[in-house]
């Protein structure tokens, strides 16, 4: 019993031990920057990120972040979508003959002015101001839209539904994004790497650039 408790003591004192090294600032920005990114990791497991352009202002996202194998962190924002995923409900209507109806609607209501496709995008149309397109066709295999930039494509698990509404997942088209939701982060070498084009070393707390 006691070698358990001793191995226990270990693993704890070296997990400590671990996220002590990846705590810290990562990413300087030059004088007279116009872009800026930089990221705080705290021991608190708590985060900063500041996102700077100079067109569109800056921004500090706040979060928590832990440390799931030796090179991934996952960070996640205290703010966090009301909708993160998109959903649909479909019934089949007999007024509909030869007519599928779809309805794309976000967190505030009906999304007009969209790009709707369907059936792998063979017939494609904007939805009007009620968020609705029309379509001639017998059955439904998918339904993809694109609005502002966002899109996606969602299987229908019965084709002979005629009536679809779509829900989509709340949008986050801003060049500084308002939530991050189980974002992985490669940690190599006192860098961290947030995507294929962006690394960032660790540097000097002196050179952070928000309060």
């Known amino acids: ?42 021991s608190d497991n708590t985060f900063e990120y500041f996102i700077f352009y100079d067109v569109g202002g800056g921004n500090v996202l ?21 909708f993160p995923k ?5 019934k089949i209507n007999p007024d509909l003959n030869g007519e599928i109806k779809v309805r794309i609607i976000d967190k505030n209501g009906s999304l ?9 995008k063979k017939q494609g ?4 101001e009620n968020g ?30 005629n009536e679809i509404e779509i829900r989509i997942k709340d949008l986050d088209i801003n060049a500084i994004p308002e939530y991050i939701t189980d974002y992985k982060i490669a940690y190599k070498r006192n860098r961290i790497i947030m995507d294929s084009s962006y690394i960032y070393k ?8 928000w309060k």
């Open 202 to 209: 660790k540097t000097s707390l002196r050179n952070k650039q």
């Open 125 to 128: 149309k904007a939805t009007d």
């Open 1 to 42: 019993m006691k070698y358990i408790k001793l191995i226990l003591i270990l693993l704890f004192l070296s997990s400590c031990s671990t996220n002590k090294s990846v705590v810290g600032l990562y990413g300087k920005c030059g004088k007279s920057y116009f872009a800026c990114t930089q990221i705080e990791l705290k």
């Open 132 to 161: 609705v397109a029309k379509f001639k066709a017998d059955s439904i295999k998918n339904v993809h839209y694109n609005f502002l930039g966002q899109n996606e494509t969602i299987e229908i698990d019965n084709p002979k539904y």
């Open 62 to 82: 706040k979060g928590t972040w832990k440390r799931i194998s030796n090179d991934t962190i996952v960070i996640n924002t205290y703010n966090q979508p009301e």
């Open 112 to 120: 007009g002015y969209a790009s709707v496709e369907i059936n792998d």
């Open 86 to 90: 998109t959903t649909y409900v479909g």
